[in-house]
Structure formats: C-alpha cells, structure tokens
C-alpha cells in the first residue's frame, strides 16, 4: 500500500534507515563517511529537482564524517547516532552552517550556539548535513522545495526541506517543527513518518520562535523505529526552555517495539473539517475502516472543541505578532505579504480574547484524558485533506493539524496509503498527552495490521 | 522612633510575638487556648472600633486552640506554630470559614479546600483564627477595616483587615497578598512588619488569582523573627501554582539572626514618583540616611526601568480581566464602580501591548540582578508616600511598590519612623529575587543600627 519515492533507486547506503545505519556503522560493515558520501551522491542525482537545502556543503558533511569514524575508532563513547546524517530545518540555529529562518531580513545570520536540539543530536553522534528549507519564518509563504513524487507538487510546510529531504533520501532523518501542521502535513505529502512529540518534551531553545504555546519540535524518518530513535535523543530538559522538565529516561524503542497487551481500540475522529477532506482521503479511510473492522469506532468531537481552530488562530497570530516584532522593526518590507497580512491581524488582538484561548487548552486536554484514560490507545484522523495539492506556491492545509498542535498532544503520520494519482496519503494518529512511547507502539501496531 | 498602636495595651499574651509565644506553648508556660482566649478579649474590645474581621467565630477559634493544645500534650509533631493563631486574608480559600473575596457576587461562598498557604499554616500547627477584612477582589474598593492608630484614617489595602488586625494585638501575624502595594502599603499604615517574599516562592494556589505575573503571598508581624519563621512555614512548591518550585529548606530564621558578614550598603532609589511623598516622609528619609551615612548611597534607576509603572498597570488590567471574568458574568452589577472601570479598561487592552509588557519583567530582572551583584545589599524606599492618608474610602497609593512587585523582588517594611501626626511610617527594603534570608539579615542589621 505504501508509496514508493520515484527518486529513491534503493539498495545504497543512502536508503538505510538511520537504526539499520548506526547498526552497521557500529558493527564496523559501514563508515560514517561512506554513508555520507552515499547521500551525497544521492543529493547530487537528485536534488536539482528537490531543492531540499538552504545550506548545504559537502566538505562540511565530509568532515564530520570523518571526525565521527575517529570517534567511533576510537572507542570513546560514540553515541546511538554516531556518524549519521541528520537534515535540520533552518529555524534551528547552528553554529556551523548559517541560519536564515526562511526569510529576507536575516539572509546571512550565523548563530554561534547550536540550538538546544541540534546540540542533542551532535552529543548522540549525529551530524549536521546541512540545513533543509523552511517557509519563511516557518509560516505560509514557500521556498523553493518540491515534493520528490513529482516536482509540480508542494511538498508542504513548512518543514518542506526536511520532508523532502528524508523521502528523497538525501539523510535518513531530518528535524522539523510544528506550530500549526508544519511536521505531519509535509510528512505525509512526502510519503514518510512525521512525529511530533507531546509539548514540552523536546527543548525549542534556539529555534525561531513563534509560539510559547504550539511549538513542537519533530521529525521526519523512513521507519517508525527511527521516530523513537530520536524521540530517544531529543526528549529532555532545557533551562532555556520553561515548558520541559526534567524526566526519567523513557526506552523508545523498546516501548515501540513491544506488542501491545491488549489489541488497541482507535477513535477516529473525522473533526468539524471532515468536509474538506477530498474524495482519495474519505475513500482511504473507508478502507482503512474496513481494514481495522471493530479496532476502530467513530467518536463525535466533544462540542467545546468546535472552537479550537479559532483559538489556535488567536493564538498563533498573537504570538507570533510579539515574537516576530523584531523582523517587523528592522525590515518590514522584506517580508512576505501573508506575514505582514497575519502580523497586523496579531496587532489587533484583544489580550482579553488571547488569554481565554490559552486557557482553553488545559480545558481541552482534559476531555482528551478523559477520552483516552476510558477507551482509547490513540486516536485516527487524517494529517491532510487529501495528497499534496499541485502547485508549489501554496504549502496545503493544516486544519487537520491544528486540534492536536493546540492541545499538544503527541501526533504521528504514517505513509500508509496512496492516492488515485500514485501520490502518498497519510494516516495520523494522535496519543495520550506525555504517553508517546506508547503511541509510537500503537503505530507500529497499526502499520502491521495494515500490511498484513 | 517605633509608634505604638493605641489598641495595644501589653503584657497580655495577645501581645507577644509568634515566635514568643511558640516557645512558651513548646516549653508549657502557655497554652494555645490561653492564647487564642487573650486575642478574642483583645478583639471584644478593640475590634469595635477596627473592624478587621470578615468572619470570625469564638468557638471556632477556642475549639482549634484546645486541639493544637491536645496535640502537644499528645508528643506527636506539633510544629513550629503549634497553637498559633492566624488571621487570614479573605481571599484565602478556608475549608471552615466561608470565603467571599470581598465582593457580593460571591456572597456566602463555603470552598471545600483549604488554599495552599492555608495548609502548610495548619502542618505547622496554626490554628486560623478568622478571615480578615479585604477590598473588594483584593482591588480598590475598600472594605469596613479602620487604622488602629487612628479609626479616622485607612489601614491601607487590600489586605486592610489582616494588616489592622495585627496591629492591634488580635493575631501575632496574618497572611496578605500583594498584586500592587497590597502588603507592603498597608502593614506602613498600621505600623507594623510585612514582607512580600520572592515571586514564586509561596504557592498561590487556592487563593483569589488576579495576574499570575503580579500575584504574590505575603504576611504581617509584629517582629522580624516572626517574618522568618513564616517564610520557613509558607515557602514550598504546590502543583496547582506553575511558578514555584521544588526548592531546599531554606533556614529564615538562622540565616536572619546571623550578623552580616560585612556592614551592608543599601542603595537609596527615589523612584520617579518621589515627588508624591508628602512632607513627613521626605523628612524621615533625610533623618535616616544621615543615621546611615556612608552605608547608604543614593542610586538613579536605570532608564528603561521608569515605563516600569506603565507595564505593571497592563498587565495588571489584563489578567484581571480574564480572571475575574466569571464574577462579571455572573453579577457585573454587584461589582463597584472602580472594579467594573478597570474591566472595561482591561477589555480593550492589545495582546501585543499585554506580551511586550511581559517580557519586560526579565529584561529589569537582570538589570536589578547586576545592581545587587555589583554592590547592593537592599533597595531602601519608602513603602508609600507617607502616613495612612485620612478617610477611608481609599487606601492609598501603591506607587511606590508597583515596580518591586513587577520585578517580584522580595520586600519587607519596618515599623521604623512616625509621621508628624504620630501615625507610622515604614521603611521599604527590596532585596535580590530569590535572596530573601539575606533581605531579612539586612532588615534587622538596618533596624538595630536605626534603634541604637
């Protein structure tokens, strides 16, 4: 059922999931330089037509290779990445490679600190193949990406480099963020596995910053093992962000790869968007209903969340108004219509309505516990209305997206399906608040019983 | 130079600190019913006339001054304010006493729960005495209490009842809150300590919430000492208040009693409102810096700090507007005409106006961090423009807290002065945010050097 990448030749280094590469590399079959030099070979075939990378150097990877390979030789601890190749999206600062955040005003910007994530991945062994296109300021307007399945397509937004990265299989793995349907709507539209984890679990130090409320780090992989690979290197505490918290060391991958005790039962919840769902996405989920039989049950959105689009909006735009601020100040004009279109709505938000919507959603999540706790392991819906739209001036709609972002429950899309046109269709599931290994178990259940 | 309240007789044991009469219970000299049973004759006799009370029972109160009696007769764990009377401020949820946050809407209100503060009192052993008299929603608009030094004039607000209350001998402490000047203005006013710890630092959780940025608890004495041993019994993390935190015991009042290691240096800070101090006032600070001489310093505030006030009203009229909202729902005509101002005020505020001013709390914090770090023991300050002003239908003027409590240094006032009229004048001190043991070191380092 899964869709194949029409740029993926496979068989290479560069088609190995990044689990199958530590593996290896660990093992001594492969080298973190013939890894990289497989991807870049891959980017060079490939890429003309993707356009994956803001920033891209190929003697930068190469040494990081290297370096990684000496570690590895020399036995000091080289971690559970040690010399694989991770695409970051470029609102996550580096201190080598520059970053732009997608926009005109900080073309040239060259951060000197890792963002807090970034720096996770390099003390797991990772490197920094280069840094993948965002929409500006992680927003609606595109960049140059195109969807690997067939160029003419977006491969949605804003996470759109490191999407098409990952399918194209320029890296493995890639990190992305979500504020809105930045993670799980590009994923899906690529044809690969999208996570965005619970809110408050990976630190967004050193990101763009949009939204106290709804940014979510995530990521981009061609295995749901390689999702709880890097949950396993990224979830953690970060004085520089107050929404993580210091916790216990949760074991991912062993939680992902065990079976379920029970068979899960799945809500599917069609949400007041159902309508613009197309007919590829309703025909899918018809089958997939039929597929999973009496493990899933359709579940009517409890009424109060009928608003929740709404208070997303109020406070995406509100936020990301006084965050923006200092672009806005120093070159307005450089920036896209849309934002300035959104930032002078954000300007005219009443604090009075800002503060209701925030307040929604510890209102929100706790019908969701209460859902969760009383009958469901995770909840089905679809990450987008449909396959990515033709085009590439648009990036498609999030509003299958901005119920979970809001209430920062954990989401994955899995590419389990496609559509009339050959196109990948996504599934997503969205778990309990805090319980991500466990959805990540409920996945794998589902993309077994699915391919069964 | 310390004015005596007229209603205090002495000699009683309503007139003995916390910490003296903790010791005299510990060590059986005195019993908590004794206690309890000296405060409520000071109350049929001065209460009359002060009016602190909003609810108080007799029998309540004997009936829980025999069983912290019973309970330290028994050996088992009485605490360190076994059999301690309390006054608490009516906007303190009380699981005996009803709690009606001085406003009509909410007439009759019995919570099931006793709010944070109020539980780690009754761990310590205190028993509470009655609830005492606040303005309406802890704002404006003020209550029946009357100064004990003189009925004419207020006691200050909004913790008018707590602040009065103590003062006259009817409780040896009572707890506060301070959103604005809301402790440190009216313990000036009647003459007595308060203290406004750190923000953060005592949870709020169950009490009448305002702004979560502003709201802070605080507390009345009659002494120094009795100002350390409650910050031992209130400071504490509580998941229902998301700014405090797991933190070590801190010794108050060891480290309170301890000489300074080096004289300290205070830095005198006018502020931009000086000029509203009257005469009396202006008169006390020059006695008192010369009392001083070298160990105090006048020092400008830093520029960015003056729009400080501005921030503080925003913020203010925001979040009380969100938070009082339901009262508004229910019985908007109920409310004072003051209170309804302010909402309509804090409706129309702008979202982006609201989050500017917030950030803007760590940007002073930081600039204030350095002042101390570089040379400053304390701020001294005056605590309010002067005497309590004549008349009670306005509690004064807070001006003179608003930035501490924007910044949520921690701040003490001593009954250290006395106006022309023989009313009492207190002295400010603000210390380093998180640094409350050393504000309370240098408050009785400044009050033995002023009484020498």
Sequence with gaps: MAAEPQAIAGGTPADLTAAEAAKRIEQGQLSSVELVESCIERIRQVD???EAWAFFDEELARTQARAADELRRSGKGAGPLCGIPVGVKDIFDTSDYPTENGNRVQKGRTPRKDAAAVAMLRAAGALIMGKTVTTECAYYHPGKTRNPHNPEHTPGGSSS???AAVAAGMVPVALGSQTNGSVIRPAAFCGVYGFKPTHGLIPRTGILALSRALD??????????DLALLAEVLVGWDEGDPDTQPRARVPFREVA???????PVLAFIKTPHWDKADTDMKEAFGEL????GERVEEVDLFPSATDAWEWHRIIMETEMTANLRHLWDKGEKKLSQKLRDLIARGRETKAFDYLRALRMIPALNASFDE???????AIITPPAPG????????TGDPSFCSLWTLVGLPAITLPLMQGENGMPLGVQLVGRRGFDARLLRTARWLEQRVQS
Tied chains: 1, 2.
């Design 48 to 50: 003309g037509k993707v």
């Design 387 to 394: 396959t990515a739209p033709k085009g590439i001036k648009s």
């Design 289 to 292: 209903r039929e597929t999973l």
């Design 371 to 377: 859902m969760f706790e009383q009958r469901y392991d």
């Design 257 to 263: 790869l065990e079976e379920p005790p029970v068979e």
């Design 216 to 225: 979510h780090v995530g990521f981009f992989s061609r295995s749901l093992e």
């Design 161 to 163: 480099g490191s999407a």
